[in-house]
Nanobody, 112 residues
């Protein structure tokens, strides 16, 4: 069974950085595109970043230039490096890959 477990969230000041990790069990990790989503209170879940099995990345306009998605296939892990964080980045962050259920997410709070 494949499951996704996010970690690395926390409280950070505006302008600070966090690195999120998503560990995936199973042997299909290297073949799947991976995505980071986020959901703020009262808002819809939104796609933040994606990375293909070959390493091609895409980002939402709101995070472009500040966030970097990467993957380590040997460790079955996808990362989201978040720099220059803003209060509007506050949300629960989830990783996702096709056909695998959503995990519990990890809370990111950007506040002074």
């Amino acid at each position: 069974q494949v499951q996704l477990v996010e970690s690395g969230g926390g409280l950070v000041q505006p302008g600070g950085s966090l690195r999120l990790s998503c560990a995936a069990s199973g042997s299909i990790f290297s073949f799947n595109a991976m995505y980071w989503y986020r959901q703020a209170p009262g808002k819809q879940r939104e796609l933040v970043a994606g990375i293909t099995s070959g390493g091609t990345t895409n980002y939402a306009d709101s995070v472009k230039g500040r966030f970097t998605i990467s993957r380590d296939n040997a460790k079955n892990t996808v990362y989201l490096q978040m720099n220059s964080l803003k209060p509007e980045d506050t949300a629960v962050y989830y990783c996702k890959t096709p056909l695998i259920p959503w995990g519990r997410g990890t809370q990111v709070t950007v506040s002074s």
